[in-house]
């Protein structure tokens, strides 16, 4: 016994210290271009700056060409910033989906920025860059640590008796208290859309710690794990990461910290999962092909999920 709980230790104090390193430390110093001021044939991002509580941040506004079916609120994780989500913010707004992304401190998720975000978000006080109009239909969105953020967004917004409040998408969210009572209260019972692209289970994601909390909704379908990419005489290896959704803007304090490095052919999986899915929940659609009518039978899923789930390698699951 005296072994076990040696090694226990060990464990728990690896996974602290891995975690203080990608999603419990100071955050990242942040330039004011951080989105690169781009301008594509599809969307441009603008950073500027965004009054909240009486605190100004710097932000990220992703702002789709034309008309925006919604506001995405997508949060970078721990020790990260807006920066390493450029490419899925991108993925996201050429969907036609508005992303705002605060560069802020992600400590356990941040709640009490994430409570003033959904009472700015509720009062409208306030408008993107650019002249363009603030949409009516929000979504909440986070990765690791932003995925906590984004439960208590949406559980905020939910409180509040927003009425456009669309749902939740996260993408390998780390849950700290009060995670569970969160999602439950975007769920509403199973009205309305929690969705996550989760991977595979390490010290970083606290292995997989959320899983409880979405599996325990009333949801038929929360989303997919992205597992294994082959095998190698016999042991599975590669495949998802913790970082994968920052694809190719992430960074040497991010690969240490995840133990990993994002895994290309994954990250475009995950864009592809997350931004069919932003724009479903901004639009009020169903892209068939991206959802399971029951997780826990594959012969209910669509096209694009059954492509990963039905190969010999064992690439992705619905979470369940």
Same mark, same amino acid.
């Given at each position: 016994m005296k072994k076990i709980r040696t090694a226990l230790a060990a464990v728990s104090a690896a996974a602290a210290l891995v975690a203080a390193t990608l999603v419990g430390a100071a955050p990242a110093a942040h330039a004011d271009a951080a989105c690169n001021n781009y301008s594509s044939s599809s969307s441009t991002c603008v950073n500027s700056t965004l009054s909240i509580a009486g605190t100004s941040y710097s932000v990220d506004w992703y702002l789709p060409n034309g008309t925006a079916s919604a506001l995405m609120v997508f949060q970078n994780g721990f020790s990260r910033n807006c920066a390493h989500l450029r490419g899925s913010s991108k993925a996201i707004a /050429?969907? %036609? $989906?508005?992303?705002? #992304?605060?560069?802020? &401190?992600m400590t356990a998720g941040n709640p009490d920025l994430a409570a003033q975000v959904g009472d700015l978000l509720k009062a409208r006080t306030f408008a993107p860059p650019a002249g363009r109009p603030l949409p009516a239909r929000y979504i909440a969105g986070g990765h690791s640590a932003g995925g906590h953020f984004a439960s208590a967004l949406g559980a905020r917004l939910d409180a509040n008796g927003y009425p456009n409040f669309a749902g939740a998408i996260l993408f390998d969210p780390?849950?700290?208290? %009060?995670?569970?009572?969160?999602? /439950?209260?975007?769920? &509403? %019972?199973?009205?309305?859309? $929690?969705?996550?692209?989760?991977?595979r289970p390490s010290v970083t994601n606290l292995f997989n710690n959320s899983a409880e909390a979405l599996v325990g909704l009333d949801n038929p379908y929360v989303g997919i794990q992205l597992v294994w990419e082959k095998y190698v005489a016999g042991i599975p290896v590669g495949g998802s990461c913790h970082i994968d959704v920052e694809g190719e803007n992430t960074d040497v304090i991010g690969v240490v910290g995840a133990g990993c490095s994002a895994n290309a052919t994954q990250t475009a999986r995950l864009r592809d999962f997350g931004s069919t899915w932003a724009r479903d929940l901004a639009t009020g659609t169903r892209t068939g092909a991206y959802y399971c009518t029951d997780a826990a039978a594959v012969?209910? #899923? %669509?096209?694009?999920?059954?492509?990963?789930v039905d190969r010999s390698l064992p690439l992705a699951a619905p979470i369940r």
């Open positions: /050429e969907k %036609g $989906v508005m992303v705002l #992304c605060i560069n802020a &401190d780390v849950a700290a208290s %009060g995670f569970t009572a969160n999602l /439950e209260a975007i769920s &509403d %019972g199973g009205a309305r859309p $929690v969705l996550a692209v989760t991977a012969a209910t #899923c %669509g096209t694009k999920v059954k492509a990963l």
